[in-house]
Each structure stands twice: as structure tokens, then as C-alpha cells.
């Protein structure tokens, strides 16, 4: 059992918890993720770390109560256990070696972007954090990225925030205004990763995306988190999750994230959940 | 007097019809009478033929003399002290090319059920334990750590026989329930998990410390477990890495592995409805592959519901390396066999969901290095119209040791390599099952565990008086 030690809810969808898991957070790299089931009757579902104490032997959480499992999870309160925890999963995000970096984040998918760019930082990296959220009420860890950037650009599609725009429109500007990056981290749901690898392919600029698809094991067991990378298989439990921008199928991934979608049960599930939209608008200016 | 009988005492099953409907075990096991009726069929051969075609030398017609007397629980004590999953074993073993090969009533008529026997003694033994309060075993320790790599059936019978010569050990376990691929690869009706859960209990009451959730490669890796104190360690870590077939559309939504397959049916309980899982009940199910696993998945297909399932295999039933009663159960159960097929595409609609899947004819020519006539395409194509496909073509190794442990040699399929079956290129490590040999059998992984078990045991005690 791992005893959440700490809980924070972010917003009405959002919780940001911590929990006992010593042996994980000794190893935890950024990129890497684990893989938890609340209780003897829930799915196995990836969570991302989006944070490790090594000291204190925690690490942290953060995910959207959207289907049944992720809400069986936020139901549980400090000092409550989730039954099962395995990590840390997944290759670490190869970050070292740069000078100059943009990290985007698109809503929850700041929470992973979040300790990629505080290492990025604290190596000394000058990095520019795009952070997108659909509306004032949705931004999450605004002030954590704040801490661990050169430059913060927050944005939001209804422009609540009084900055109205997708995350493709800030690097788009930034990187028109003569900012050069060496590398993009772009890490949120496949349709904002797809734009983003689109713009930065246009740029010539090297990308990594973080994926999302559905899993069991996360050990390479079950080969249910395939996607298609330059044309052939990969394991996102295994070989990834980081991969080539500018190769990934997304097209392809979207739709095996919404392979389940008809047996949802409830209604509203999933409606908050951007991993699953088809189709987004994206302004082109 | 023997029973000169030409076929077995026939086993009781669950109507086809009935059990296509449910989980609960096909075949419902000899009751005394049978057992011993059975038993009678056993000439007691000076030679004992069946056991050399035992992988842990089952002293088996010493057991089935026993049986014949009505010394049941004589007979289970025979049998477990060279087999610690006789349950398992005689419901999962493939006996037609093992024990039941050799035995010399199957020149004239069928051999002695040995499979059938050996799970009625485990049964019967279960039956009565199950009544009586649990009994820690646990020898007195000698101080010494071993860890072990995998709760399946490699690293389970390590375990066992290592904390009987007085071992501490640990079993390191990726999912969250030990058991490996009889947790998640062999579906309930096949090896109940009343069962398994029975036999891991009887691994831990020898004193064997279970670490769920921990993935040996990331959470912790061999040198973490050398500088834990760990004198030696067992890699059993399988061979979990599902194959896929390398064809157009095989990333549609519906194709899966039977590794997924199976895992969210039989770990995750997707039949059940009052779990999470979800899973495709699809009318129309292609199964690709010949062997048990391909059965398994068929069947489980059968019972969510599908109107049609089929087996495409590229060679003819004969190949087929799934033990008989299976392909028969699952004939029984209506799975159609559709041979001599190999698929060659499969196309989803625009939403990317399984539509259908293009197969070439196959013919067999001259036979292969397998042995086996190898399958060629005759030219024709066929096509199959169905909206889930279950790639059951075989796995290998799963990468996460080998990549995470430094001078440990595999070979090119990512199979540890041994000097003499359990002993690796590093030194105080160790390694046996499929990981070892690539996807075999369960009996053959215990084998290993139990070589491995003794090799450690000598390594450690040799390293002792070295000093």
C-alpha cells in the first residue's frame, strides 16, 4: 500500500497528491512515469512523476478526474492508500547537453513538462515555458514554472487569463521575433503535440513529445501503448515515452485513445478530457 | 490385476454449450473411483519410460501405485517432492509429448492419464488443507539473501526449494499479483486462481518474502540487489514481450496481443462486470497463431461473446504445437479452425476500427528446420470479416534486465545466455525459464528454478568456504 501524505486540489478536475514510494523516488528521472491502480477493481492507469523527494522518499501526482478510475483515485483523502504503485517506468527525457530550450505544455500535460523544465533550469538551460490551459480556472502550477524558467508565456483559448491564444501561437511568435531554440519539449494532449511537431518540423527544430496511450503493465508485456514512430512499432512503456516529433503517427495514436470511448459508463465521462478530442480549432494566422 | 481398458477413464466436463458462458474450470477432475480405476491402467514398468520424459523426474508410477491403493495423500507426497505445482502442472503440462509420450499403454490404445492423476492428488490434497488451519514452515535461517526475479512459475519453485535448504528470499514482482503468466496468461477455465493463489500461499508459508510492484530493470536493478546484501540472484523473468506480425493495419483499434488480451481478461477480470477493464466484445474475432495461447485467447473470445471465432494458422492442424485437449476443447466449443492461412493485411474503417483482414493460402512444401513442412503461399487470397484480431504468434525476453545489467550475455532473440542452463556471465546470477530458453512450457521453467535453486545453493556455500 502508498500512503498519500499530502493532497491538493487544484481544481474541480485536477488533483495534486503525494505519496510514499521510496524505492521510485530514489530512481525517478524526468520523463519517467508509474503506473497505479486505486483499488482491487480499478483499471492499472500511467501517471506521470511530476515530482520526487528522494529525501523525504514521496513523490508526486497530478491527474484529472475524468473516468472512472481517476475518479476512484480522487476520492481517496490524506493518509488513505492506494493499493497498488509501480515505477519508475519508461526512459528519462535526455536533457542534458542544451543551452537553450522551449518547453510547452498543454493543461495537465504541464505537470510532466513541469520537472523537465526545473532540470532543465537548475543545469543551467535558459528555458522558455509555453504553458496552454483552456480558461483563468483551469491553470495549474503557475508559479512552480514560474520558478524554473527564463521565460513564462501563459496562455489560454478563451483569453481569460488576458492572453487568448493556443500554445502554437506563443512559439510561433517567439520563435518569428528571432528567439532560436535547440530543442522543443512539447508535452499535452496528441492534438496539441501534432501542431506543435508541426510548426517546430516547418522551423527545422528537433522535438520531443511525450505519449499518452493506453496501457496495462508498462513493462513492454501486453504491447497495448503501440505507436508508430518513422514507420515502425514502438512500446511507450519501453521505448519511450519521449519520441521524435516530427516521426510520430498522431493520427493513429488519437485513435487507439479512443478505442474504449463506447464503453464509457456514466454520462459526462471523458468530457473534460482533451487526450480523447478529435478535433480541435487551431487558429492559423 | 490391471485395468487393460484401451482408453482413459473418461474426466467429467462442462456441456460446451454451458460453459461458453462462464469461467469456471472446463474439466471437473476424477473422483476417488475414477482415480483408482485409472490408476489401475498403470503396468508399473521396471524401466519407468514416463519418467524420463518428466522435465522434474515426477516419480510417477510410484505415485500411481499409491493412487491404485487409495493412499492419496502418500501419492501427493511422491509427487511433491520433485514438483511444487502439481495442480497446476497437471492441468497445464503438455503429457502428450511429455510423461503420457512414453508410456507404454499408448502403443496399444491411450496411455495412462498421468496429467489427469497428478491434479487429482493435488486436488484432493487441497480439499482437505483447505480445512485445516495454515502451517508456517519456515526452517531456520542460514543468514543468507537471495532475490528472485518474477513470481511465475521459474521463479516461484526457485524460491521454494532455496528457502527449504534454509534461504532468505525475496521474490521481486512487476504486476501487482504474483503468479506471472498463470495469473495472466492462462484464463480461469483452464487453471482456476483459487488454485494458483493455493500454490503461491504454500511458497510463502516456506518463508518466501513476495515484493509486488517492483520491476527489477527500474525499480531496482541486479547491482541495486547485490549492494542490498542479496548474495545471489535468480533472473525469472520470462518471456513477455508479445511478437507482433509486422503487416499493414496492425495498429488498427481491435487488433491486440493476446498478451492483452489475455492480461485484461484473466488479471484485470474484464468479463467481470463489477471491474473497470475495459475490453472489445467483438462478434467477429480472428485469433492468429497455432499454440496454447492462441487457444486460450480464442476461447476467452468465445465466452465475451462472439459469434464467430476463428484460428488462422499457416499450417495444417497437425503443426498445431497446442496441447490436443485444447484444440479439441476449443472445437467442442465451436472456435472454427481456419488453416493454411497466413494474413497478409488487415483494414479498419475511417475511424480506425477493424474491418477485416486479407490472408494468403498457404500450401505446405518441404519441411523446415523445425522440422515441420513449411508453409508456402499458394497464391490465392482470402479474405476474413471481422472487427477484433489476437496476435498469439509467440514472445520473447522482456528487455528491462538485460538493458539495465552490465556483462550479463543474451543472445540474439534477448535470451540470457547460461554455461549450464542456470548460470550466466555474472557472476552470482543466475537464470532459468523462458528467459532463458525463450516462451515454453510451465513444467520446464519449475525445472529450471529448481537446477537454479541447487546451483545457487553451491555457489553460495562454495563462496562461504573461500572466505
Known amino acids: 500500500m502508498f500512503r498519500i501524505v499530502k493532497k491538493n486540489i487544484l481544481n474541480e478536475t485536477t488533483d495534486h497528491i503525494t505519496v510514499e514510494a521510496p524505492l521510485i523516488a530514489n530512481k525517478a528521472k524526468p520523463g519517467q512515469f508509474i503506473i497505479l491502480r486505486t483499488d482491487e477493481k480499478s483499471e492499472r492507469i500511467p501517471l506521470t512523476i511530476a515530482g520526487y523527494d528522494k529525501e523525504q522518499g514521496t513523490i508526486s501526482l497530478i491527474y484529472q478526474k475524468i473516468g472512472h478510475s481517476t475518479k476512484a483515485l480522487g476520492a481517496l483523502m490524506e493518509g488513505d492508500a492506494i493499493l497498488d504503485l509501480a515505477g519508475p517506468l519508461g526512459k528519462p527525457t535526455a536533457l542534458d547537453g542544451y543551452t537553450k530550450v522551449a518547453v510547452v505544455g498543454g493543461g495537465l500535460g504541464c505537470a510532466i513538462a513541469y520537472p523537465q523544465a526545473k532540470y532543465l533550469f537548475d543545469h543551467g538551460c535558459d528555458v522558455t515555458v509555453f504553458a496552454g490551459f483552456r480558461s483563468r480556472e483551469h491553470i495549474i502550477l503557475e508559479q512552480e514554472m514560474k520558478a524554473c524558467c527564463s521565460h513564462l508565456h501563459v496562455l489560454t483559448d478563451d483569453g481569460s487569463n488576458g492572453n487568448k491564444g493556443l500554445v502554437t501561437d506563443g512559439l510561433r511568435g517567439c520563435i518569428q521575433q528571432g528567439e532560436t531554440y535547440e530543442l522543443v519539449i512539447a508535452i499535452g494532449p496528441p492534438m496539441m503535440m501534432k501542431f506543435v511537431s508541426l510548426l517546430t518540423k516547418d522551423f527545422g527544430i528537433k522535438t520531443f513529445v511525450s505519449m499518452n496511450p493506453i496501457m496495462i503493465d508498462g513493462t513492454g508485456m501486453c504491447g497495448c501503448c503501440r505507436v508508430t514512430v518513422g514507420g515502425k512499432i514502438k512500446f511507450a512503456c519501453v521505448d519511450g515515452p519521449d519520441f521524435d516529433g516530427h516521426a510520430v503517427d498522431f493520427d493513429e495514436l488519437m485513435r487507439r485513445n479512443r478505442m474504449y470511448l463506447a464503453q464509457e459508463r456514466g454520462p459526462g465521462r471523458d468530457e473534460h478530457c482533451n487526450l480523447l478530442k478529435q478535433s480541435v480549432t487551431i487558429t492559423q494566422d | ?467
Open chain 2, 1 to 467: 490385476m490391471a485395468n487393460m481398458q484401451k482408453n482413459k477413464v473418461p474426466m467429467p466436463e462442462q456441456d460446451p454449450k454451458i460453459r461458453i458462458e462462464n469461467f469456471q474450470e472446463v474439466t471437473l477432475g476424477y473422483n476417488d473411483e475414477d482415480a483408482m480405476l485409472e490408476a489401475q491402467r498403470c503396468l508399473q514398468c521396471k524401466h519407468r519410460p514416463c519418467v524420463s520424459g518428466c522435465p522434474v523426474n515426477v516419480q510417477i508410477p510410484a505415485f500411481i501405485h499409491a493412487v491404485e491403493k487409495g493412499a492419496f495423500n502418500e501419492a501427493y507426497q511422491i509427487i511433491t517432492e520433485t514438483n511444487s505445482l502439481p495442480a497446476v502442472c497437471g492441468r497445464v503440462c503438455p503429457q502428450e509429448s511429455q510423461c503420457e509420450a512414453k508410456c507404454v499403454r499408448g502403443i496399444k490404445g491411450e496411455s495412462v492419464a498421468i496429467g489427469r492423476l497428478e491434479r487429482f492428488c493435488a486436488d484432493r490434497h487441497r480439499e482437505q488443507a483447505n480445512n485445516q488451519p495454515i502451517t508456517q514452515q519456515t526452517r531456520a535461517s542460514n543468514g543468507k539473501k537471495v532475490a528472485v526475479c518474477g513470481a511465475g512459475p521459474a521463479g516461484l519453485s526457485c524460491a521454494g526449494d532455496l528457502a527449504k535448504l534454509g534461504y532468505e528470499v525475496t521474490v521481486f514482482e512487476s504486476l501487482h499479483t504474483a503468479g506471472g503468466v498463470l495469473q495472466y496468461g492462462i484464463p480461469a477455465f483452464r487453471l482456476p486462481k483459487d488454485i494458483v493463489d493455493y500454490e503461491i500461499q504454500q511458497v510463502k508459508n516456506l518463508g518466501v518474502n513476495i515484493q509486488l510492484n517492483t520491476i527489477i530493470g527500474q525499480t531496482l536493478t541486479i547491482d541495486d540487489l547485490f549492494e542490498l546484501g542479496y548474495g545471489a540472484v535468480f533472473i525469472g523473468s520470462g518471456a513477455g514481450l508479445p511478437a507482433f506480425l509486422g503487416i499493414p493495419g496492425e495498429n488498427s483499434c481491435g487488433v491486440y496481443s493476446a498478451n492483452e488480451y489475455l492480461t485484461r481478461v484473466n488479471l484485470m477480470k474484464a468479463y467481470l462486470n463489477e471491474y473497470d477493464t475495459p475490453i472489445l466484445r467483438s462478434k467477429h474475432v480472428a485469433v492468429v497463431g497455432g499454440g496454447n495461447v492462441a487457444m486460450d485467447a480464442a476461447r476467452c473470445a468465445k465466452r465475451l461473446g462472439a459469434e464467430t471465432v476463428s484460428i488462422v494458422y499457416r499450417r495444417s492442424e497437425e503443426e498445431m504445437p497446442a496441447r490436443r485437449e485444447e484444440i479439441h476443447h476449443a472445437k467442442e466449443e465451436g472456435i472454427r479452425l481456419q488453416l493454411l492461412t497466413n494474413p497478409v493485411e488487415i483494414f479498419a474503417d475511417e475511424n480506425g476500427n477493424v474491418t477485416s483482414m486479407r490472408c494468403d493460402v498457404m500450401t505446405l512444401g518441404e519441411p523446415d528446420a523445425s522440422g515441420r513442412r513449411r508453409p508456402m503461399p499458394t497464391g490465392e487470397q482470402m479474405t476474413l470479416q471481422v472487427e477484433a484480431v489476437i496476435i498469439a504468434v509467440g514472445t520473447t525476453p522482456n528487455p528491462l534486465i538485460r538493458m539495465t545489467t552490465p556483462g550479463l550475455e543474451t543472445n540474439q532473440w534477448g535470451c540470457v545466455e547460461t554455461s549450464d542452463g542456470v548460470t550466466t556471465s555474472r557472476e552470482g546470477v543466475f537464470a532459468g525459464g523462458d528467459a532463458v530458453t525463450g516462451a515454453a512450457t510451465v513444467i520446464l521453467a519449475m525445472g529450471a528454478g529448481k537446477e537454479a535453486a541447487q546451483a545457487i545453493d553451491t555457489y553460495l556455500k562454495s563462496k562461504e568456504q573461500q572466505g
